[in-house]
């Protein structure tokens, strides 16, 4: 039988006397792009902290590829083969597009190349002398992406790439992660836009109050849209 890429099981997570997750499970298989849906403070984006250990405390268990990593570091975790976009994006403003996507350390073997990167992204390859500061929001975001498909990782957990952002540049990360499942990469997408994360996914985890209160597999979305109306407000 198939073994999950990731596997989380009772997962609870705190920042500091703050008890955001409690017991969280779920399962990823390679090549799978799930997402975790809900509405502010659900605690999807802890639940994605919590799996790379940035939180202040968290118990349960995080398999990757069958190793449990409760207790490792994040460098090590990281080192497993994750790839990490936060919301916030982190790019180095002193540093220009080309510099700030070299910047990472390779975590694995297939890494993509700059070329390819820029094949992907044609806006960051115009951009690429110019500084962080002087990118847009979206050329921060495919930036904030890009960065991690060059470290050879193979679970990409990205964070609210779509937020705050035109439509025309949300089309385009569409298609982006599109190109990025065909290549066989496994994707957890945390995303407050349904309606940009319902085609891409094979399963939605629906989280509320720091647990997962549903699961939606693709071809059930029609059958239970009003359940995630009525948790997701859309």
């Not at 984006?45 to 990593?69: D, N």
């Not at 916030?88 to 990167?117: A, D, Q, T």
């Amino acid at each position: 039988m198939k073994q999950p890429l990731l596997k989380v099981s009772g997962l609870d997570a705190w920042y500091g006397e703050s008890h955001i997750l409690h017991g969280v499970n779920f399962e990823l298989y390679e090549g799978e792009l799930i997402t975790l849906l809900g509405r502010n403070g659900a605690g999807r984006s802890t639940t994605i902290k919590s799996i790379l250990g940035l939180v202040g405390k968290r118990t349960g268990s995080v398999q990757i590829g069958g190793v449990e990593t409760i207790h490792m570091p994040t460098n090590r975790i990281a080192r497993l083969g994750l790839g990490y976009c936060p919301e916030e994006r982190g790019i180095f403003s002193s540093l220009s597009c080309e510099e700030n996507l070299m910047l990472p350390p390779k975590v694995g073997e297939g890494g993509m190349s700059i070329e390819e990167i820029y094949e992907m992204f044609p806006n960051l390859k115009e951009r690429r002398n110019s500084q962080g500061t002087r990118l847009s929001g979206g050329e921060q975001q495919m930036l904030a992406m890009a960065r991690i498909l060059r470290t050879g990782a193979k679970v990409l957990l990205l964070d609210e790439i779509t937020e705050g952002l035109a439509p025309v540049i949300v089309q385009t990360l569409g298609r982006v992660i599109r190109a990025l499942k065909a290549k066989g990469l496994t994707i957890i997408l945390v995303e407050q836009n349904f309606r940009f994360a319902a085609p891409l996914a094979d399963r939605h985890y629906v989280m509320e109050h720091g647990q997962i209160v549903a699961t939606v597999a693709k071809n059930e979305l029609e059958s239970k849209a009003d359940m995630l109306r009525e948790y997701l407000g859309v």
